[in-house]
Structures are given as structure tokens and as C-alpha cells.
């Protein structure tokens, strides 16, 4: 069974409960040797409704499999807020009176959406437009529980002072473990404000500091989906050669990047799960890319070769890094260039989320 595709063992599991105590057992998850990953692509619209149009894609030269649009609110700029075996939680769907917010997570295999109870939060803010705490979300695995937990850290008011124990009094953390119809508030919170999309890997949630300018900034934030507690990892080094790095953490389907993205010279590295530390993957020099590259978002793992896929100019060129020679070469993809934004997610299906109900 570890030899066939994913598709098929969703069908096989129908077939007698011995096939699917086989399937749905973790060690048969240990062993399962994963599909190549498949492009995902999200598409940001500027009309009044701010659709998003998501793809899912067998490469990104043939057509689409799956096609679905929701709405978006337009201030929150991850489309992608966390995936994990499978699933992928997206941008919240609106923005309901007295801080209700509304996340869907979609099962690309089974082409199907659920939506996330509402938040039911208090939050203070003078209107949508002129004001938007500051939030973080991320999707991840319980091991102990064989279940998945959705979290939700908000800064539920504005703050005005630097002083970073005044704002750790407005943070509130959600948790909705799934198959429940609410979320949970924990007494737990981040050390610091914590912003956009979490990354999941190694049974933790991991994000980066906001804003950047704290004295720690050093640090990303993660939160253990076990334990349910915050705690603290360091940056990988910093590149000696060349200043003015940006920074993001990288979706690499259940392991977390951290990048370094500068004007002629990108560095990726990995985290190591034994010993928290970080081992550097790759790293290439752009600085003859013509036009240059900018606002560069890394996609994930190209293939199972473990070559690196960003894009460039807020999705409308997709690069490959290949690690094996070291060439760097833009891919055509069949994106819409008059959308506002696309983001490029490489899927990566899973066993585990085929039988998980969520």
C-alpha cells in the first residue's frame, strides 16, 4: 500500500475495516512514500468583493483541478495562513460586527472547504479601514491526539507604548481543536506580537516577530500543538556578505525555512529537529537577473529533489533553483497577470489528511 498514489487510498479505505485500519495506522504514515508536490496557485482579484480564485494545479501548464473563490477583506496580505498534511487554512473570509473572524480550510484532494466556527472575540478598533489589529493564525497536527489545532494570537486593541509588557496584556490566543464547534482561550501567549502566517513543522507552529524593531527581534516564536505552550527559537546566521537582508519563514511541507532575501544574494536554511539548530540548504546570487527580482516569496519544494520554487513581482514570475547543478530558471505559469497579487504554494498531499475529518 506504501507504493500507491493517494488518491487511491482514499478509495481503498471504503473497501473493509481491516484496509482501513491499515491506512489510518501512524506508522503507516512514518513509512508512506510521499507524491511529488503539486503547484497551488491563489489569485488576489481588486474588485468590490476582493476575490480570490485558488488552483490547484497538475503543473502549472495545464489546466486547473479545482477552482473555488472566496471572499477577502484586503488587509490581510498571507493568502496562505498555514497548511498541514493536506489541508491549507486561508485568509479569513470577512470581518463580522464585534470582531468575528471566519477562516476556511480546504482539502485540495477531496476538493472540498470548511469553514471554521466564528472567533466571537472582543475587539477594539475604530473602523475596518482605518485600523487592524495585529494577528497571527497557523494549522497544525496533534501527534498525541491525532487531531488538528487551529490557532489564532490577536493584539485585541491598539497599543501605543514600546513597552513590551503593555502589550502582552491586549494578546489573546484562540485554539480550536477540530470536531469542536468554538475556540478555546489559553492563558498562554507569545513572548512577543506575532504577525501573519504560521509554519508548521516538527509538531510546532512557527512565526516571526512583529515588529521588527522589538530589542529580541532575533528570535521566532513557536507554539507547541502538544504541550500548548510558546517558547523561543534563534534566527539561523546572519549572511556575512551584503546588508539590507529581508527575512520570511518557508512552508517546506512539515519542515520550516527561514530565508534571506537580499539585493544580489538569497540564503535558505532548514531546522534541524534533533537539536533545534539551523543547516543552510542553498543559497544563489541574482544580481544579473534581468529585471531584477523583487518581492520574492518562497513556494515550497519543487519536486522531490528538494530543488526551491519562488516567485518574484508579487507572483507573476515563478524561478527554480536546482540543487543538483546550481541553475536558477524562470518557469512559465498560467496565472491571470491583470489580478492583483498571486502566491504560489507547493501542495504536498497526505495520508493523514484523507482520514481526518475536520
Same mark, same amino acid.
Given at each position: 500500500m506504501s507504493r500507491l498514489p493517494v488518491k487511491s487510498l482514499a478509495r481503498f479505505r471504503c473497501v473493509c475495516?481491516?484496509?482501513?485500519?491499515?491506512?489510518?495506522?501512524?506508522?503507516? @504514515?512514518?513509512?508512506?512514500?510521499?507524491? =511529488?508536490?503539486?503547484?497551488?496557485?491563489? =489569485?488576489?482579484?481588486?474588485?468590490?468583493?476582493?476575490?480570490?480564485?485558488?488552483?490547484?494545479l497538475q503543473g502549472v501548464q495545464k489546466e486547473p483541478l479545482f477552482k473555488s473563490c472566496y471572499m @477577502? /477583506?484586503?488587509?490581510?496580505?498571507?493568502? /496562505?495562513?498555514? !497548511?498541514?498534511? *493536506?489541508?491549507?487554512?486561508?485568509?479569513?473570509?470577512?470581518? +463580522?460586527?464585534r470582531g468575528s473572524f471566519?477562516?476556511?480550510? &480546504?482539502?485540495?484532494?477531496?476538493?472540498? +472547504? @470548511?469553514?471554521?466556527p466564528p472567533t466571537h472575540i472582543n475587539i477594539t478598533y475604530r473602523s475596518v479601514d482605518s485600523y487592524i489589529p495585529r494577528k497571527a493564525a497557523g494549522i497544525g497536527f496533534d501527534e !498525541?491526539?491525532?487531531?488538528?489545532?487551529?490557532?489564532?494570537? &490577536?493584539?485585541?486593541?491598539?497599543?501605543?507604548?514600546?513597552?513590551?509588557?503593555v502589550v502582552r496584556k491586549h494578546i489573546c490566543t484562540l485554539v480550536h481543536h477540530q470536531g469542536t464547534s468554538s475556540w478555546r482561550e489559553i492563558a498562554q501567549i507569545p513572548a512577543y506580537p506575532i504577525s501573519g502566517e504560521g509554519v508548521y513543522g516538527h509538531g510546532r507552529l512557527h512565526w516571526l516577530i512583529s515588529p521588527s524593531d522589538w530589542q529580541d527581534r532575533r528570535k521566532l516564536v513557536w507554539f507547541d500543538m502538544k504541550a500548548e505552550e510558546f517558547g523561543l527559537t534563534d534566527h539561523p546566521p546572519t549572511p556575512r556578505s551584503g546588508s539590507g537582508y529581508q527575512i520570511q519563514l518557508v512552508?517546506?511541507?512539515?519542515?520550516?525555512?527561514?530565508?534571506?532575501? *537580499?539585493?544580489? +544574494?538569497?540564503?535558505?536554511?532548514?531546522?534541524?529537529?534533533?537539536?533545534s539548530s539551523w543547516v543552510l540548504h542553498c543559497w544563489f546570487d541574482?544580481?544579473?537577473?534581468?529585471?531584477?527580482?523583487?518581492?520574492?516569496?518562497? !513556494?515550497?519544494?519543487?519536486?522531490?529533489? +528538494?530543488?526551491?520554487?519562488?516567485?518574484?513581482?508579487? *507572483?507573476?514570475?515563478?524561478?527554480v533553483y536546482t540543487l543538483k547543478t546550481g541553475d536558477l530558471r524562470q518557469i512559465d505559469h498560467p496565472g491571470d497577470h491583470m489580478c492583483e497579487l498571486t502566491h504560489i504554494r507547493m501542495y504536498q498531499s497526505s495520508v493523514r489528511g484523507i482520514h481526518t475529518k475536520i
Open positions: 475495516k481491516l484496509w482501513l485500519k491499515y491506512i489510518n495506522d501512524p506508522y503507516f @504514515h512514518t513509512i508512506y512514500i510521499k507524491e =511529488e508536490p503539486t503547484p497551488m496557485m491563489l =489569485e488576489l482579484f481588486s474588485n468590490k468583493q476582493k476575490q480570490i480564485k485558488i488552483s490547484i @477577502h /477583506v484586503g488587509y490581510y496580505q498571507n493568502l /496562505v495562513l498555514g !497548511s498541514c498534511n *493536506g489541508l491549507i487554512l486561508v485568509c479569513c473570509l470577512e470581518f +463580522r460586527p471566519v477562516f476556511p480550510v &480546504i482539502n485540495p484532494l477531496s476538493k472540498k +472547504r @470548511h469553514d471554521l !498525541s491526539t491525532n487531531t488538528f489545532k487551529t490557532v489564532f494570537v &490577536i493584539l485585541k486593541e491598539q497599543v501605543q507604548s514600546q513597552d513590551i509588557n512552508d517546506l511541507n512539515d519542515e520550516v525555512g527561514f530565508a534571506y532575501v *537580499g539585493n544580489e +544574494r538569497t540564503e535558505l536554511w532548514i531546522l534541524k529537529q534533533e537539536d541574482h544580481q544579473n537577473i534581468t529585471p531584477p527580482l523583487k518581492n520574492v516569496a518562497f !513556494s515550497g519544494y519543487w519536486n522531490k529533489a +528538494r530543488d526551491i520554487a519562488f516567485t518574484s513581482d508579487r *507572483g507573476k514570475r515563478l524561478f
